[in-house]
């Protein structure tokens, strides 16, 4: 290679090199905005990428949905659970013990 094309391409390579960097940061500046404001995606030959709703997806939606709202009910009560153990935990050795004794006289 010659001097002179070598030279060029010296002076060519950080041009090159901006460009690239700029079209990659728009494409990804792009990409995320349309995902954020919930556009299609595109695919590999420009197509839009659209979820799938068929059947299937709709009933597997929709287990999952009760599956959410069971894990969500069983959250509620373990934590009023924790709740108790953490009373019972920090409570004062005495509160505690008059708070036994008056179950035991309740039930005698």
Partial sequence: MSPEKY???????????TIVAVAVTGWVIT??????HGY????????????????ETIERVR??????????AELGS??????TVERIVTDSGALLS???????????
């Avoid at 990409?31 to 954020?36: D, G, P």
């Avoid at 287990?63 to 969500?72: G, H, K, V």
């Avoid at 373990?78 to 709740?83: E, F, H």
């Fill in 31 to 36: 990409t995320w905005m349309r995902i954020k």
């Fill in 40 to 55: 299609p995606l595109d695919g590999a030959w420009g197509q839009a990428v659209y979820p799938q709703k068929n059947e």
């Fill in 7 to 17: 030279a060029l391409l010296q002076g060519l390579f950080p041009l090159i090199v």
């Fill in 63 to 72: 287990l999952l949905s009760q599956e959410n709202a069971q894990l969500r």
């Fill in 78 to 83: 373990v934590k009023d659970r924790l709740a």
């Fill in 98 to 108: 008059r708070e036994i004794d008056q179950l035991r006289d309740r039930a005698n």
